[in-house]
């Protein structure tokens, strides 16, 4: 048995991630946040064809849509939490609010809506998601089931569609049938090409000096 304990403390140190590549993951990570972070969160081409559908905070491009429906999720949840009797007064007519939002939200319809209403309606999503959520853990479980079950089916079916939208967009602009990379992706492009650089001098420098040294990190923010 203590043999057996040996072999196992052995292949687990093993496994065991160095020190040294603990650091490397690290650094890797910190980098990939510095060069690429910026637009992770855009979910769009940044052309003028979406201009409208991204948020610009400083200089980090957030998805309009998706930052409007956590907002409603985050202002869903502390009113519900806050105001429990609230919640019980209206959980009922939660189902009936989401297939309003999924009537109004559909894709060929939702793209000819004027951006105040479209704001509305994602920002009303994320509160129809909070009350299901809520109604589940304070209210009625079977109205929140039951609206979770709509918001899941309108994710998986209005998901399909908006890409089918959103391909019509690409296919129609200009910059189709031109080779290379469009506007709409050029500057992530570069980010992204900025990070391997940085990366391969970040390997070369692990590999020649088994360390990973501060100036490396220095370098990159300079590229």
Same mark, same amino acid.
């Given at each position: #048995? $203590? &043999?057996?304990?040996?072999?196992?403390?052995?292949?687990?140190?093993? /496994?065991?991630?160095?020190?040294?590549?603990?650091?490397?993951?690290?650094?890797?990570?910190?980098?990939?946040?510095?060069?690429?972070?910026?637009? #992770?969160?855009?979910? =769009?081409?940044?052309? %003028?064809?979406?201009?409208?559908?991204?948020?610009?905070?400083?200089?980090?491009? $957030?998805?309009? %849509?998706?930052?409007?429906?956590?907002?409603?999720?985050?202002?869903?949840?502390?009113?519900?939490?806050?105001?429990?009797?609230?919640?019980?007064?209206?959980?009922? $007519?939660? +189902? $009936? #609010?989401?297939?309003?939002?999924?009537?109004?939200?559909? +894709? +060929?319809?939702?793209? @000819?809506? +004027?951006?105040?209403?479209?704001?509305?309606?994602?920002?009303?999503?994320?509160?129809?998601?909070?009350?299901?959520?809520?109604?589940?853990?304070?209210? %009625?479980?079977?109205?929140?089931?039951?609206?979770?079950?709509?918001?899941?089916?309108?994710?998986?079916?209005?998901? @399909?569609?908006?890409? =089918?939208?959103?391909?019509?967009?690409?296919?129609?602009?200009?910059?189709?049938?031109?080779?290379?990379?469009? /506007?709409?992706?050029?500057?992530?492009?570069?980010?992204?090409?900025?990070?391997?650089?940085?990366?391969?001098?970040?390997? =070369?420098?692990?590999?020649?000096?088994? /360390?990973?040294?501060? &100036?490396?990190?220095?370098? %990159? =923010?300079?590229?």
């Amino acid at each position: #048995m $203590v &043999i057996f304990s040996q072999i196992s403390m052995i292949r687990s140190q093993r /496994n065991k991630p160095s020190a040294q590549q603990a650091i490397s993951k690290l650094h890797e990570l910190k980098l990939r946040l510095k060069h690429t972070s910026w637009f #992770m969160f855009a979910h =769009k081409p940044l052309c %003028s064809h979406y201009e409208h559908d991204t948020i610009k905070f400083k200089n980090w491009y $957030v998805c309009r %849509s998706c930052f409007l429906v956590y907002f409603g999720i985050t202002a869903g949840l502390i009113i519900a939490f806050l105001t429990p009797e609230l919640l019980g007064q209206y959980a009922i $007519v939660l +189902p $009936v #609010m989401i297939g309003t939002i999924a009537a109004l939200s559909y +894709p +060929p319809l939702y793209k @000819k809506h +004027p951006r105040w209403l479209r704001d509305t309606l994602r920002t009303a999503l994320g509160v129809s998601i909070a009350g299901a959520f809520a109604s589940i853990i304070l209210q %009625s479980f079977t109205i929140g089931i039951v609206s979770c079950a709509l918001l899941t089916l309108l994710w998986i079916v209005f998901g @399909k569609l908006r890409q =089918k939208t959103k391909r019509f967009k690409c296919e129609t602009c200009p910059e189709m049938n031109i080779s290379g990379i469009c /506007n709409g992706y050029r500057k992530q492009a570069e980010a992204i090409q900025n990070y391997e650089r940085a990366m391969e001098r970040l390997i =070369k420098a692990s590999k020649d000096n088994n /360390n990973i040294p501060s &100036i490396i990190l220095e370098k %990159s =923010k300079n590229k």
